[in-house]
């Protein structure tokens, strides 16, 4: 259903409100005086401008078709719900919050115009226990189950990005100001389950991060469908679902069983070259091996404080690959490349617009759009990035 300039507006002051955006903001991207902010929100203006609503949705990093219609109601009341469960949220992190969204949605729609089928969601485990130690032994049981399941056997996982998207979950990430939030999961009304993690943690955390919340959409599906979300933070290790998606996470991306293909180290420097070398065949970091160690008995719960304490083994971050980050690219495009990544552009949702476009399924304004960008700017981008439309 269309809707009148006064709702316009009032959806439009709300959502910038609820961002804590100043209208001399809007302001200066509709390039007019703060005085035409004041009577777009009031609903005053009328009839607005065509490309208003487009600047203000991109702005706002919502879908302007929640301003114009009633068509996006339940979109916008699920990334409201997203907002309810953060605690202490940042304005920026609320911002990427609903651009990630958007982009699910967008997503949604590129894979229809190009009939592409989304795998179904993998089985859902359950959760009868409420006791700690067998939520512990649940995850990691799960995880076994889930890598027996894949066909995995104990090898490393070479992208885990790419492994929860074949299961039918959308995977995006974001630079968030909160480093204590590592991820949120989504049911999303339009684009089903959704993941999206903090790009600004190490990128073995954020692998590490993408397995805990996919243990979360195979622990915890009914309390995503009731509540709409989860939401993980840092902090938040003493609850037991996330006792279990922690242990999920370290024996899925680190099978227990695989460190029996290495020796027994002897002493503290075997200990230390040891989980070196598994941190870099399974791309996870010092102390989740550690803890490994300890889970198969070759370490002991002191030696484990100590490690926690000190951190002894850290790879560099020059030594981790990327794995959303193609291979044969410039130094330059590799950074065109980061700098989108953190911005939510992942590189399964650049190729579905690179084949739209060329498909001729999408104009370039849309494509721009898509990418929350103005027309110069995609283009910009496509050169930079020597995208081959």
Not at 295 to 316: A, H, M, N, Q
Request: charge should be positive; charged fraction near 30%.
């Amino acid at each position: 259903m269309a809707l009148s300039a006064k709702e316009i507006g009032r959806r439009i002051r709300e959502v910038r409100t609820k961002l804590g955006m100043p209208p001399s903001t809007v302001a200066e991207a509709l390039g007019v005086d703060i005085g035409i902010v004041g009577s777009l929100e009031d609903g005053t203006l009328d009839p607005i401008p065509g490309d208003y609503v487009l600047i203000v949705g991109r702005l706002l990093a919502t879908d302007f078709r929640y301003f114009i219609s009633t068509e996006l109601d339940d979109v916008e009341h699920q990334t409201r719900a997203v907002f309810r469960s953060l605690s202490d949220p940042d304005p920026n992190d609320l911002l990427a919050i609903r651009r990630f969204i958007s982009f699910c949605m967008s997503e949604r729609d590129l894979e229809e115009l190009l009939s592409v089928t989304r795998s179904p969601l993998p089985p859902k485990y359950q959760t009868p226990a409420h006791r700690q130690r067998l939520h512990k032994d649940q995850g990691r049981e799960g995880a076994r189950s889930e890598r027996r399941r894949l066909g995995l056997r104990n090898r490393p996982i070479e992208n885990v990005f790419e492994l929860i998207r074949s299961q039918g979950i959308r995977l995006f990430r974001y630079g968030l100001n909160d480093g204590d939030l590592s991820g949120v999961t989504v049911l999303h009304p339009r684009a089903g389950i959704s993941v999206l993690l903090n790009y600004g943690d190490d990128l073995y955390r954020q692998f590490f991060s993408a397995a805990h919340e996919y243990g979360h959409v195979l622990f915890e599906r009914e309390d995503i469908t009731r509540r709409g979300c989860v939401v993980s933070y840092g902090w938040d290790k003493a609850k037991l679902i996330e006792i279990r998606a922690n242990n999920f996470a370290a024996e899925f991306l680190l099978p227990t069983e695989a460190l029996n293909d290495y020796s027994r180290p002897k002493d503290v420097n075997s200990l230390k070259s040891l989980i070196a070398r598994v941190s870099r065949d399974y791309k996870v970091n010092g102390l989740t091996v550690a803890i490994s160690l300890k889970e198969l008995g070759w370490i002991t719960e002191r030696t484990l404080r100590s490690f926690k304490r000190e951190k002894p083994v850290v790879i560099r971050r020059l030594e981790k690959q990327d794995p959303d980050i193609p291979a044969g690219l410039t130094s330059k495009q590799i950074e065109k490349r980061i700098a989108a990544i953190k911005e939510g552009i992942s590189s399964y949702y650049l190729e579905l617009l690179r084949r739209s476009l060329t498909e001729d399924k999408i104009t370039f304004g849309r494509f721009a759009e898509m990418l929350d960008m103005t027309p110069d700017q995609a283009s910009a981008f496509v050169k930079a990035t020597r995208l081959a439309i």
